[in-house]
Protein backbone atom coordinates (compact mmCIF):
# COMPACT_ATOMS: atom_id res chain seq x y z
CA UNK A 1 0.00 0.00 0.00
CA UNK A 2 1.93 3.22 -0.96
CA UNK A 3 1.38 6.27 1.28
CA UNK A 4 -1.14 7.98 -0.40
CA UNK A 5 -3.12 5.08 -0.68
CA UNK A 6 -3.41 5.12 3.44
CA UNK A 7 -6.72 5.39 5.34
CA UNK A 8 -6.85 8.92 7.65
CA UNK A 9 -9.14 8.88 9.98
CA UNK A 10 -8.78 12.64 11.65
CA UNK A 11 -10.28 12.97 15.49
CA UNK A 12 -13.86 13.63 15.40
CA UNK A 13 -15.57 15.06 18.96
CA UNK A 14 -19.22 14.70 18.92
CA UNK A 15 -21.70 15.99 21.26
CA UNK A 16 -25.01 14.35 21.69
CA UNK A 17 -26.21 16.80 23.49
CA UNK A 18 -25.59 19.88 21.24
CA UNK A 19 -28.17 21.34 18.87
CA UNK A 20 -25.76 21.02 16.12
CA UNK A 21 -26.81 17.88 14.43
CA UNK A 22 -24.04 15.61 13.92
CA UNK A 23 -23.84 15.30 10.49
CA UNK A 24 -23.00 19.26 10.68
CA UNK A 25 -20.47 18.36 13.62
CA UNK A 26 -19.16 15.78 11.23
CA UNK A 27 -18.83 17.89 8.24
CA UNK A 28 -17.10 21.12 10.19
CA UNK A 29 -15.03 19.62 12.31
CA UNK A 30 -13.37 17.47 8.76
CA UNK A 31 -13.61 20.68 6.98
CA UNK A 32 -11.68 22.09 9.42
CA UNK A 33 -8.41 19.69 9.77
CA UNK A 34 -9.04 19.33 5.36
CA UNK A 35 -8.90 23.19 5.72
CA UNK A 36 -5.86 23.03 8.40
CA UNK A 37 -3.25 21.07 6.51
CA UNK A 38 -4.11 18.23 9.35
CA UNK A 39 -5.30 15.87 6.04
CA UNK A 40 -3.47 16.26 3.57
CA UNK A 41 -4.60 16.57 -0.25
CA UNK A 42 -5.45 13.15 -1.70
CA UNK A 43 -5.94 11.39 1.51
CA UNK A 44 -8.20 8.66 1.83
CA UNK A 45 -10.88 9.05 4.16
CA UNK A 46 -12.62 6.01 6.15
CA UNK A 47 -15.80 4.51 4.26
CA UNK A 48 -19.00 5.59 5.67
CA UNK A 49 -19.45 2.37 7.10
CA UNK A 50 -16.24 2.05 9.24
CA UNK A 51 -16.60 6.11 10.16
CA UNK A 52 -20.13 5.55 11.13
CA UNK A 53 -18.64 2.33 13.41
CA UNK A 54 -16.30 4.13 15.02
CA UNK A 55 -17.96 7.55 16.07
CA UNK A 56 -20.95 5.16 16.92
CA UNK A 57 -23.39 7.43 14.96
CA UNK A 58 -25.81 6.27 11.73
CA UNK A 59 -23.93 5.41 8.58
CA UNK A 60 -26.39 8.28 6.77
CA UNK A 61 -25.26 10.69 9.48
CA UNK A 62 -21.68 10.23 7.73
CA UNK A 63 -23.24 10.10 4.62
CA UNK A 64 -24.49 13.39 4.49
CA UNK A 65 -21.54 14.70 5.71
CA UNK A 66 -19.50 13.65 3.29
CA UNK A 67 -22.20 14.80 0.76
CA UNK A 68 -21.88 18.10 1.98
CA UNK A 69 -18.24 17.89 1.59
CA UNK A 70 -18.15 17.22 -1.99
CA UNK A 71 -20.23 19.82 -2.44
CA UNK A 72 -18.01 22.37 -0.96
CA UNK A 73 -15.32 20.09 -2.98
CA UNK A 74 -13.37 19.23 -0.49
CA UNK A 75 -13.72 15.76 -0.92
CA UNK A 76 -14.37 13.45 -3.87
CA UNK A 77 -15.37 9.46 -4.47
CA UNK A 78 -13.20 7.67 -6.52
CA UNK A 79 -14.73 4.46 -7.97
CA UNK A 80 -13.10 1.52 -6.07
CA UNK A 81 -11.05 3.65 -3.78
CA UNK A 82 -13.56 5.50 -1.53
CA UNK A 83 -13.58 9.30 -0.58
CA UNK A 84 -10.13 11.25 -1.13
CA UNK A 85 -9.59 15.07 0.06
CA UNK A 86 -9.54 17.00 -2.99
CA UNK A 87 -6.06 18.27 -4.20
CA UNK A 88 -8.25 21.83 -5.29
CA UNK A 89 -7.21 21.84 -8.75
CA UNK A 90 -10.82 20.31 -9.85
CA UNK A 91 -12.73 23.69 -9.50
CA UNK A 92 -12.18 27.57 -9.69
CA UNK A 93 -12.31 28.94 -6.75
CA UNK A 94 -16.01 30.89 -7.01
CA UNK A 95 -15.55 34.84 -6.56
CA UNK A 96 -17.87 37.64 -6.41
CA UNK A 97 -16.67 38.83 -10.07
CA UNK A 98 -17.44 35.39 -11.22
CA UNK A 99 -21.17 35.87 -10.19
CA UNK A 100 -21.51 39.18 -11.86
CA UNK A 101 -20.46 37.91 -14.29
CA UNK A 102 -23.31 35.18 -14.49
CA UNK A 103 -26.04 37.64 -13.79
CA UNK A 104 -24.75 40.32 -16.02
CA UNK A 105 -25.30 37.56 -19.01
CA UNK A 106 -28.17 36.75 -17.89
CA UNK A 107 -29.48 40.17 -18.80
CA UNK A 108 -32.19 39.96 -15.75
CA UNK A 109 -32.49 42.99 -13.53
CA UNK A 110 -31.93 42.03 -9.94
CA UNK A 111 -30.36 43.51 -6.73
CA UNK A 112 -27.79 40.64 -4.96
CA UNK A 113 -26.55 41.07 -1.45
CA UNK A 114 -23.48 39.24 -0.28
CA UNK A 115 -23.04 37.69 2.47
CA UNK A 116 -21.07 34.73 4.34
CA UNK A 117 -22.80 31.51 6.15
CA UNK A 118 -21.56 30.54 9.66
CA UNK A 119 -18.82 28.29 8.48
CA UNK A 120 -17.81 31.73 6.22
CA UNK A 121 -19.11 29.94 2.47
CA UNK A 122 -20.41 32.70 0.62
CA UNK A 123 -23.91 33.25 -0.33
CA UNK A 124 -25.19 35.11 -2.84
CA UNK A 125 -29.39 36.38 -2.84
CA UNK A 126 -30.83 38.09 -5.68
CA UNK A 127 -33.99 39.70 -5.21
Request: aromatic share 6%; charged share 25%; net charge positive.
Amino acid sequence: MSRRDEMFVPPIVLDQASEIPLHRQIRHQLAHAIRDGVVRNGARLPSTRLLAKLLRVSRNTVFTAYEELAADDLIRGERGAGMRVNDGSTAPEVSWVAVNRVIDAANYPAKIVAFGDPDGNPLYVRF
